[in-house]
């Protein structure tokens, strides 16, 4: 969250495309610089090579289990959580803020919505969650690597589930991982051996048909749906 805000308060002065691509950028530095650094301030991170989690044993004390299930139900519970963080915020005075600031940032100001302060709070509250997942995955893995948990890749594939889920929505970016995710993984699974980054390709061909076909994401066909078989009872 420090991170967060370090990097927010003077990105936040840029506006659409160029605050998200200063933040892929920021992303891509820190992940040279962790390449290539064996130690920070004496603490091992091994740069390229990456770093093992020690095995501790089977305790939840040590956030380690030699059954995968553990794991399962912990990220369902982390799941709802942020889905209930997210639900509250968006009926929020902040949410409607947000909202606001996305619509037109200069006629929000304009009424006395300080949109520097609020949308650091939202990239504050983005960055906690963050860091559970990454935690999670830390320990779930037993490894971290520069390559993968810094990579451009990542950030794309976490910006390319909202948009095709849909943005700005609750449950929008949940239905784009189930849709992505799986996807990615078959393409890495069959392909990746023989057609390297082909799962990359594949995902600039969802943005590229989700943006054209559809512009609000997948969550407006299905919410759609779900109002038609709603109004048949």
Known sequence: MALALVIGLPTFRLRGPYFALTTIAFAEI????????????GI???????LNVPLKGNSPAFFQFTDKEPYYYIILVMLLAAVLITFWMDRSRLG???????????????IGI????????ALAISAFLTALGGSFIAQFLLFINPERNFGIDLSIEIALMAIVGG???VLGPILGAFLLTPAG???????????VGL?????GTVLVLAVIFLPNGIIEPARNQYRKLVGRF
């Open 30 to 41: 820190l992940r040279i610089w962790l390449e290539n650094t064996e130690d920070i301030l």
């Open 44 to 50: 091992q991170v091994m740069g390229a090579s990456g």
């Open 96 to 110: 409607y803020y947000l909202k606001a600031i996305k619509g037109d940032q200069d006629a929000a100001e304009a």
């Open 114 to 121: 300080q949109s520097t302060k609020y949308m650091l709070i």
């Open 167 to 169: 943005q700005g929505t």
């Open 185 to 195: 993984e078959i393409t890495r699974a069959y392909l990746g051996g023989s057609l």
């Open 199 to 203: 799962h990359l390709i594949i995902y």
